[in-house]
């Protein structure tokens, strides 16, 4: 009997210690309540925000599929029925065929980015790594020239190409895009933050400056100059003061010109066709970016730009 009634009041009290594993497990579900309200409070307004980015886009690809009389219908049809064709056909094979100038716009972007990546990488490298008299007052004067408006400078490359002989062709849209501020500053920030070290065994080992630069740094600027890249591309693309100024002849046109040429019998824009041409020019910038957007991200961090 004394036993039975000591070891009553332990067996009583063994039933209080059970709800510490409830206690954790309603912890932990209140954990994923909060962090699945958190997510949906930063994601409904994100998913608001890149609805009403893709929305113009969306209109543009929508109104590429239809006639001048549904274009300005309303309200608007979002899904074209039926859609249409024609718009497309006409501005890739038509008289006012857009692939000229598409051509002359891949020739002057292919060189021009081609010549920024070199110019930027090389002028970079040698305000980085090189110790010369007046090394960082010359850096400070380049970047200066960066608070000049662009649009300044048209009318004396105006001149300037045209007594060189280099006005109406695409040289002259090519030769000013080689030469970036913003280029040579992200290489430069970016062979600063590389270590010494590599350079001083390779030069121990009895390698030349040329080929420091060429086998050590270069490969490792790679997402840097992906992302100068990108950025270069985008700008010569886009660029329709530069044409506008220095291109006449229509067959010099890079597509900016050539899109304001769809207009309809009465003179005004042609809202299909431009927007059927406006899909066309856009579509190798999306391809572009989705090839190099990961190293684009890894030259923001490579470069500390936030």
Do not use: C
């Not at 000229?100 to 040698?126: D, H, I, K, Q």
């Not at 220095?246 to 003179?267: A, C, D, K, V, W």
Request: cysteine-free; overall charge positive.
């Amino acid at each position: 009997m004394t036993e039975t009634t000591l070891d009553a009041p332990r067996r009583s009290a063994a039933p209080a210690a059970v709800p510490a594993p409830l206690e954790a497990a309603d912890r932990a579900r209140q954990r994923r309540r909060r962090r699945r309200t958190r997510r949906w409070a930063v994601g409904v307004p994100l998913w608001i925000l890149a609805i009403a980015f893709l929305a113009p886009f969306a209109w543009m690809l929508s109104t590429s599929f239809k006639n001048e009389l549904d274009a300005y219908a309303v309200p608007m049809e979002w899904i074209p029925s039926p859609a249409e064709l024609s718009n497309y056909t006409t501005v890739l094979f038509g008289e006012d065929s857009i692939l000229p100038a598409f051509a002359n716009s891949v020739f002057v972007a292919l060189l021009r980015v081609a010549g920024e990546l070199v110019t930027a990488t090389m002028a970079g490298y040698a305000f980085a790594r090189f110790t010369f008299k007046g090394r960082d007052k010359v850096f400070l004067l380049y970047l200066a020239t960066a608070i000049i408006p662009a649009q300044l400078l048209l009318v004396p490359r105006f001149i300037y190409f045209q007594q060189l002989g280099l006005y109406d062709t695409l040289w002259a849209l090519i030769l000013p895009g080689m030469f970036t501020v913003l280029g040579t500053f992200l290489m430069r920030q970016f062979f600063v933050a590389q270590p010494s070290e590599f350079a001083e065994a390779a030069r121990m080992d009895g390698a030349s400056e040329w080929r420091i630069f060429t086998r050590i740094y270069v490969p490792l600027a790679s997402p840097v100059m992906a992302a100068l890249g990108i950025l270069a591309f985008v700008w010569s693309w886009n660029d329709y003061e530069t044409p506008l100024v220095l291109i006449s002849s229509p067959e010099m046109y890079t597509l900016p010109l050539s899109l304001t040429s769809f207009t309809n019998e009465q003179g005004a824009l042609s809202p299909g066709l431009a927007m059927a041409a406006s899909v066309v020019t856009i579509v190798p910038v999306l391809v572009v970016f989705l090839l190099l957007q990961r190293r684009f991200v890894q030259a923001l961090t490579h470069t500390g730009i936030k």
